[in-house]
Nanobody
Framework: QVQLVESGGGLVQAGGSLRLSCAAS????????MGWYRQAPGKQRELVAV???????NYADSVKGRFTVSRDNAKGTVYLQMNSLKPEDTAVYYC???????????????WGQGTQVTVSS
């Protein structure tokens, strides 16, 4: 059983900052790519940022220069530092991770439960 537990969401004023964390736990053998998605009301879920196990990163154009994704492999944790937040960043943020468990040969994508980020103008 694998769990991804997110924390760090909340309410912030435009121009402010938040840091999201997502910790993986369970019978884990390896964690490959980890990332963040978001879903605003009435919109499809979209990629925000992804980081590979070798620390290569990719960002949505809308967050480049404002958001930074990082990870701590020893802790099985991925972070999203969000600066210069805008009202259009308001969404539920979900982390995910491609994980090989100790019981499987392949790897599968797991998702966190989501954390609300609200940016007021």
């Amino acid at each position: 059983q694998v769990q991804l537990v997110e924390s760090g969401g909340g309410l912030v004023q435009a121009g402010g900052s938040l840091r999201l964390s997502c910790a993986a736990s369970g019978s884990i053998r390896s964690i490959f790519a980890m990332g963040w998605y978001r879903q605003a009301p009435g919109k499809q879920r979209e990629l925000v940022a992804v980081i590979t196990s070798s620390f290569n990163t990719n960002y949505a154009d809308s967050v480049k220069g404002r958001f930074t994704v990082s990870r701590d492999n020893a802790k099985g944790t991925v972070y999203l530092q969000m600066n210069s937040l805008k009202p259009e960043d308001t969404a539920v943020y979900y982390c995910n991770a491609d994980i090989q468990t100790s019981l499987s040969l392949g790897h599968y994508r797991y998702w966190g439960q989501g954390t609300q980020v609200t940016v007021s103008s």
